[in-house]
């Protein structure tokens, strides 16, 4: 397969970038919410750098990068007055120190290791680095989560590390049979969001619940999700896949 022109994944932004927004207001209004409750995150790995910006230009305000080495590759040449840049990837302890004072947020938090290092850098720095805890509610050995057994205890542990603000929930459920099934999956994910909002833990405000991706987003809005990450249904699909 031949890689599709930038002109080309232009183009497919500005054709899918309104239905996706069409079809989360939509799911927004199903679940008695506005469009402007629910964040686009675009993810975009793979995706070029003036490919994004082009998308920025196009109104798109927030993006997600999940392996840092790509980030640092597209990190200066990001318009970055008009889009927030998050991470959603796996991060591995000792990358921690290229993030820091990058990206508004680190979504995949999923270990004590990995939250004491944030904590120590950010401190170092002068910051207070924005993390969703990460859950793995599928249960799935090959992903990366904190088990939904042990997400309070992680959640009280984590929130006393100087450095860092607990702001909400990510998690990407297992490939599921039927919709009831992925649905069970995001309601749970809902239920301990809410249910840690509840405690009014200092460190700890629930205001992002992120789930939902291009297969499944509609879905996890209407079971509460107020953040989705969408990637190749916005640009078309990635030909250099990575792993
Ligand atoms: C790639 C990615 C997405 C988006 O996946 P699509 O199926 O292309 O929409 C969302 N979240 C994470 C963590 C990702 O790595």
Redesign the pocket.
Known sequence: MTERSFSERMANFDENYPVILEEMARAAADSGREAGDITLLA?T?TVPLEVINHAIGRGLSCI?E?RVQELLEKYDGLDKGHCDVQF??RLQTNKVKYLVGKVSCIQSLDSMKLAREISRLSSAAGLVTQVLVEVNIGREENKGGVLPEALLEFVDEARQLPGLHISGLMA?PPVCVNKTELCGYFSAMRQYYVDIAAKRLDNVSMDRLSMG???DFPEAIRCGANMV?????LFGP?QTPRP
């Open positions: 993810a790995k997600g999940n959603i990837g990407i991706m291009s297969s990450r969408v990637g190749s249904s990635r």
